[in-house]
């Protein structure tokens, strides 16, 4: 298993792993291959388009990205060792506290954010009232709307589950701050609404699908027996269609 | 394949989606993606993953 999986599901949601695959295929090719290869069923995603430019001449070859946006590492793994593995270990530890350079007076503000507290993160900023406090408090009100967005896009592509986790904790971290309690609002009425009851029967089938197979034999004829009873136990629902998209995955001969 | 293969310990895998971190300055690299990767929950670029360490794997099926 690629150490980049095993990075993406020791550290979760803490590190966001981006696998490009480089020799042109296509993404059915290199989705089944993922699939095939059981490194499916974390949250790592999966692309042909670069991040960012390449600096060897040939692969493997890994960078990472740093909390604040920078490279910090990147050519041919092998000649990194474990410097690669301590360096992502000590930006995650980074990513939990306030932006290095932080003012005094503003690390509350961070503190209260990175607890999820958006609305006590922005009265924060209004306290303190200086330049880098309207602009944190922007980038808080930015970070926010990007969460929200988030939820929008999980509603729509038939993510119920996801979305309700992460807009309950919006709920909770926008209290206070009109604007943003409508936009949760509205995402938490249409995950309410009647219709999505079967979107969410499916996500949640699909969802403890996943879990069984990804690291046991994705495409064993099995398992793509059950994918294909799935899409037709819940017809027009987004997991539905995951599922008959993940039976056709099954038929693509990798080389 | 072509991938870094080394041994880390096995843990398990977090699959919180709510991403309150610390997320510092926007002069570094800045992208976006024309479509979205698969599995990407929503995740459209670098704006989505500000102040995220992010381990970039360049590699092939062959």
């Given at each position: 298993?690629?150490?980049?999986?095993?990075?993406?599901?020791?550290?979760?949601?803490?590190?966001?792993?981006?696998?490009?695959?480089?020799?042109?295929?296509?993404?059915?090719?290199?989705?089944?291959?993922?699939?095939?290869?059981?490194?499916?069923?974390?949250?790592?995603?999966?692309?042909?388009?670069?991040?960012?430019?390449?600096?060897?001449?040939?692969?493997?070859?890994?960078?990472?990205?740093?909390?604040?946006?920078?490279?910090?590492?990147?050519?041919?793994?092998?000649?990194?060792?474990?410097?690669?593995?301590?360096?992502?270990?000590?930006?995650?530890?980074?990513s939990k506290a306030p932006p290095e350079g932080t003012p005094e007076a503003l690390k509350p503000a961070w503190i209260a954010y990175m607890k999820g507290e958006v609305s006590a993160a922005l009265a924060e900023c209004d306290k303190v009232g200086s330049d880098e406090a309207k602009a944190a408090h922007e980038q808080f009100l930015s970070m926010a709307k990007r969460q929200i967005a988030r939820v929008k896009w999980l509603v729509d592509n038939g993510y119920p589950a996801d979305a309700d986790k992460l807009a309950g904790e919006l709920a909770k971290a926008v209290k206070g701050t009109p604007d943003l309690e409508t936009q949760v609002a509205a995402q938490v009425t249409r995950l309410a609404a009647p219709d999505m009851a079967a979107e969410k029967e499916a996500d949640k089938a699909w969802a403890n699908f996943v879990k069984e197979i990804s690291k046991k034999k994705p495409f064993d004829p099995a398992n793509v027996k059950k994918a294909e009873s799935l899409d037709k136990k819940f017809p027009n629902t987004n997991a539905g269609r995951r599922a008959a998209h993940l039976a056709e995955l099954a038929k693509v001969k990798n080389a | 394949m072509k991938t870094t293969v080394a041994v880390l310990s096995t843990a398990a895998m977090i699959a919180a989606l709510v991403s309150f971190r610390s997320a510092p300055s926007d002069d570094g690299v800045s992208f976006k993606f024309s479509k979205p990767p698969v599995n990407s929950m929503g995740i459209t670029g670098s704006d989505d993953l500000r102040g995220k360490p992010i381990v970039i794997d360049f590699w092939g099926t062959h």
């Open positions: 298993m690629p150490t980049s999986i095993k990075l993406q599901e020791k550290y979760g949601d803490d590190v966001q792993v981006i696998f490009v695959e480089s020799q042109a295929h296509t993404r059915e090719d290199y989705e089944s291959f993922a699939w095939r290869s059981k490194w499916m069923g974390n949250n790592a995603i999966w692309t042909d388009e670069r991040p960012i430019p390449t600096v060897g001449t040939g692969l493997p070859e890994t960078a990472l990205i740093g909390v604040d946006g920078k490279v910090i590492m990147q050519g041919n793994p092998g000649s990194f060792g474990k410097k690669f593995e301590a360096a992502v270990e000590a930006e995650v530890k980074k | -």
